[in-house]
């Protein structure tokens, strides 16, 4: 099985490349943005030494149709997808918080509650309530984005204090946060799921601010099945998710959290396909269709240079 773990394409035009932890990002004439989501995959701060084949065009494909599924609710970056892995879009200038917001207390919120925490950033928690429990209404939990390390909490008051955004961009951000989650759980309904927390990303251009970045992917959300989901709750039970969190678990059953001293364990052939495996699964739950794997089929970045260029083409 192939995967694309590195890109060093030279498109006509290009101003320069980012490459994140998953995503390589190429600037065209200081207007466009040649997003190539890659197989590259990370946890804990960290990319893993291989790669996943399909995970890239996963992402992409869940991106874009989210993306197109919420542009009556804010404008987005997105103008094409040219191939499998690549959306072209607007270069934004990006807001340096990411909005997380959760409709459920699990995860790193409820590891803080349980130590006795009842305020995240800024927001203040109930008294009294349960791990996998719904809050009242969603709570928007921001976090700074960091070029190193970890991003850090912060509430909203401290984001408008430090001139991190403006009052008046950051209620757009926080207004168009709650429907676009909105939107997202009554999609994840329509299959089946609940849509428990997620992140979006905002940058402004000409004045408006928009959407970037991937959003209502398994990398920067997380799914619950919904069956169950009270009966497991009432019992005290784990929820059954849809999200890279079992990547995380096998790597903690592995002693690798990326602390000091740790050693990243091997990732067979046999395992890379058991996550490509559960990335397709994923695929098929949140969008109710067939994960076309024919992209695989020959050199991946040959086509990849091919339909970028063919795109670009049709800009001038």
Not at 250 to 274: C, R
Request: charge should be negative; hydrophobic fraction near 35%.
């Amino acid at each position: 099985m192939k995967a694309l773990t590195k890109t060093d394409f030279k498109f006509e035009g290009q101003q320069s490349v980012y490459h994140g932890k998953v995503r390589d990002v190429y600037d065209i004439n200081d207007d466009l943005m040649v997003m190539v989501a890659t197989d590259r995959i990370s946890a804990f701060d960290v990319i893993l030494p291989k790669g996943i084949p399909f995970k890239g065009q996963v992402l992409n494909q869940i991106a874009a149709k989210f993306l197109d599924q919420t542009q009556d609710i804010c404008p987005n970056w997105k103008l094409a997808t040219p191939d499998p892995m690549v959306t072209v879009g607007l270069k934004c200038e990006g807001f340096r918080v990411e909005m997380i917001i959760r409709g459920i207390l699990t995860g790193s919120a409820w590891r803080d509650y349980k130590n006795g925490c009842r305020e995240i950033c800024g927001v203040k928690l109930p008294e009294g309530m349960r791990e996998n429990e719904r809050f009242p209404e969603p709570i928007i939990t921001p976090t700074t984005k960091a070029d190193e390390g970890h991003d850090l909490n912060i509430s909203k008051e401290e984001i408008i204090r430090q001139g991190i955004v403006s009052a008046e961009d950051y209620a757009v951000m926080e207004d168009y946060t709650r429907k676009l989650f909105a939107r997202g759980q009554e999609i994840a309904a329509k299959h089946g799921l609940i849509l428990v927390d997620t992140k979006y990303e905002f940058g402004k251009r000409d004045g408006k601010v928009y959407l970037i970045d991937e959003i209502h992917t398994p990398d920067s959300s997380r799914y619950f099945y919904a069956e169950g989901y009270e009966e497991r709750f009432a019992k005290g039970e784990p929820q059954r998710q849809l999200s890279k969190e079992f990547v995380r678990q096998w790597l903690i059953e592995h002693n690798f959290m990326n602390e000091p001293g740790q050693t990243m364990p091997e990732i067979t052939d046999e395992y890379a396909e058991t996550i490509s495996d559960r990335y397709i699964e994923l695929y098929e739950q949140i969008t109710g269709e067939t994960f076309d794997k024919t992209a695989e089929d020959g050199d991946i970045a040959a086509r990849i240079e091919k339909n970028v260029a063919a795109y670009l083409a049709t800009r001038k």
